[in-house]
């Protein structure tokens, strides 16, 4: 099956998408991968932390709301690990602005990406385009 | 009487009829041997025999009876005849000189007998007479007692004792003083000197003192006692017990007493609490109002006409019926009245009342009266309406929060597989359209629910944008239904205005405003958008633009349009969310800036026309930051 590609080259960053609703998680790193992204989903903090330690992804793009652990602890955990990470935490709910004002005044300062965000300004951003954002 | 009153007892009835006969008569045959005795000891007092003998005979009448002492005068007669008449020791007698001495000894002796006879009766009767005062005095209810001058007690009746718990024993010649309190030894001395003087002391309420220390309410009444010379020697004294009926009064007293206290206090919190009292006489149907209450309705005092008409006419027309049934179901079932009202002064203000009430009925059953009170409430009213308000908008809070994550989730994932679908060569290009329509409705969708549940931040700094060009952008959106109701648009731009702002939130307030209308507008209806530079109309030195939409549909009734700014109130129940105009009304706020709405519902004329003020940049910025932390 043939897929349209992004004609904007994305040189591989390498992305690794945590969402603990699979199909977000999945759909979101179908979408990057085709606009030449090199995207992985896992569905957890911890799951997303073991991949962390084997390898070190350019961007870190985490749901904060999840099970067990939430994705601002697993985030923190991911800078200290890899500090050239670009860590960026997506949400549907307003107080979540609030934890991240807090994480900011603590020293991680993490982008936050409102939730439902369309595709095209996903990309954007992940790209550092701010044309479209 | 120098002792108790009490009778002394009585010779028990058993002695036999036949036992007091011999004694009586012995005892005159005792009284005449003794005669004969004295007589033979002294020989002198033959010379007169029978002057003993009818000494002996008067003894025996006055101590035996009549009877015995005729028995005395003839054994009297035998033993002069035999012991002293010559010749002695003989019964012979000088016919023609004794005969006459012995005749005259009967008759004088029968004379004496009689005599004493009379006297021993009048003697039974005074002793029967005094007995029965006694009794009299003895089982009287009130105490009796008397004193002689010096105010020694020298009579106690059972009365007394069972009034001051004293026996006679223990007050009998004692001072009368000790049954007064000691404050009352005046009085004491006073009566004594009243009594003095002969004057009677009647009527005295006064006190006195029960053995056991307890203080006695009597009624006293001192009358002097007199010797048969007139001369005052002692006094009785009644004395009547009235602790209880003067407890009593003194309760009555205490009764009316808080009565009317507490009478004050009502009236002193009736008019600190505002409240006013009523009360329908049912029978007369005149109804009487507190000063307080024509106060709280807006009438001069006195002014009020006392029917129930009157009451009536100070209720809202709306109210009256429901009012009436109430006053009619507390008169027939339950005797409580409640209600609370809406009122109208004589000078046309409406206020809230409530009022309370309870049926007084006869002694048959039938409701006799209706009392109660009455007070106004407006305030409490527009306060419970304010948290009603208040409660609402942070339940509205709570409920965004709450939904946004369960609906932005799903959003999220729609959006990213409608992505995913359309970028697939393939898609037919048919196919490819409609993808890309039902991309753009999720976007609204996404961007609405963004605003809508508290999370939406346009993410672009304000921007300066000419109003008329995102009303008509607006326009196109809704080019359909607005094609599909024929609905005429007319635009009235000034100078194409410009203002610095979230172009993203003026878009949906606009939307929501020209939607609301079109919803509004009945087929071959007219919309009209006007916008043009204005001045604040509630500050004029602030410049900015004036957007009108003005629609000439139905328009919207008094009682909903105090309303439509509420979170989730809507007219429109299949399709709307009542969010619209909530959210328009933040996003103006938002802005600074302010927006009214006229509406009419007469026929001919009607229509709403809502009219925002937006400033052209002051005040934006500064909220900027608080739109991003919503």
Known sequence: MAYEIETTPSAGITVLVVDDEHLIADSIAEILNRNGFQARAVYDARAALQEVERDC?????????????????????????????????????????????????????????PKPLHPQVLIAKLRGDHRLQ | MNSSTKPATGKPASTGKWANVVNRYGVAMVFTLMALALMEAVPFLKIAPFMLLVAAVALSARYAGFGPALFSSVVSILIADFFVLEPRFSVAIDLHRDFIRIGEFFFVSLLVAQLARQRTRA?????????????????????ILSKDMNGIINSWNSAAERLYGYKPEEVIGRHVS?????????????IMSRLRQGERVGHLQTERIHKNGKRLSVWLSVSPIRDESG?????????????????????????????????????????????????????????????????????????????????????????????QKRVLAALQQGGQYDAEYRSVRPDGSVYWTAARGKVFYDSVGRPQKLVGVCLDIDQRKIA???????????????LAASIAHEINNPLEAVINLVYLAMHDPSLSPESKKYLTLADNELGRVAH?????????????????????????????????????????????????????????????????????????????????????YAADWRDSGRPGVR?????????????????????????????????????SQSIVEKHTGYMRVRSTTTPGRSGTAFVVFLPQSAGVAAKSEVSSAA
């Open chain 1, 57 to 113: 992804p350019e961007i870190y793009l985490s749901d904060v709301i999840m099970p067990e652990m939430n994705g601002l602890d697993a985030a923190r955990i991911v800078r200290r690990n890899c500090p050239h990470v670009r860590v960026m935490l997506f949400s549907g709910q307003a107080a979540t602005k609030e934890l991240l004002r807090v994480a900011a005044g603590q020293g991680d300062d993490f982008e936050l990406l």
């Open chain 2, 123 to 143: 003697e039974h009767v005074i002793q029967e007479v005094r007995q029965r005062l006694g009794a009299i005095v003895e089982s009287s209810e009130d105490c």
């Open chain 2, 178 to 190: 000790m049954l007064a309190p000691p404050e009352k030894a005046n009085e004491i001395d006073d």
């Open chain 2, 231 to 323: 001369r005052v020697i002692g006094a009785s004294a009644l004395t009547h017990d009235v602790t209880a009926q003067v407890q009593v009064e003194r309760r009555l007293h205490g009764t009316e007493r808080e009565l009317a206290a507490a009478y004050d206090r009502l009236q002193l919190a009736q008019q600190a609490a505002q409240i006013g009292s009523w009360e329908w006489n049912i029978g007369s149907g005149k109804v009487m109002w507190s000063p307080e209450l024509e106060e709280i309705h807006g009438f001069a005092p006195g002014t009020f006409g006392g029917s129930l008409e009157h009451w009536l006419q100070t209720v809202h027309p709306d109210d009256r019926e429901s009012l």
């Open chain 2, 384 to 398: 419970e309406e304010n948290i009603r308000q208040s409660e609402k908008l942070a339940a509205t809070g709570r």
């Open chain 2, 448 to 532: 609405l629910a963004k605003q809508t549940l508290g999370f939406y931040r346009d993410t672009s700094a304000p921007v300066r944008l000419r109003v008329t060009r995102v009303l008509d952008e607006v326009l196109d959106l809704c080019a359909r239904r607005l094609e599909s109701k024929e609905i005429t648009v007319q635009k009235d731009y000034g100078e194409e205005p410009e203002i610095t702002a979230f172009e993203g939130e003026i878009r949906q307030l606009f939307s929501n405003l020209i939607t609301n209308a079109i919803d509004a507008l009945p087929r071959h209806g007219r919309l009209r958008l006007r916008a043009d």
């Open chain 2, 547 to 583: 957007v009108t939409v003005a629609d000439n549909g139905c328009g919207i009734p008094g009682e909903t349009l105090a309303k439509i700014f509420e979170p989730f109130f809507t007219t429109k129940h299949d399709v709307g969310t009542g969010l619209g105009l909530w959210l």
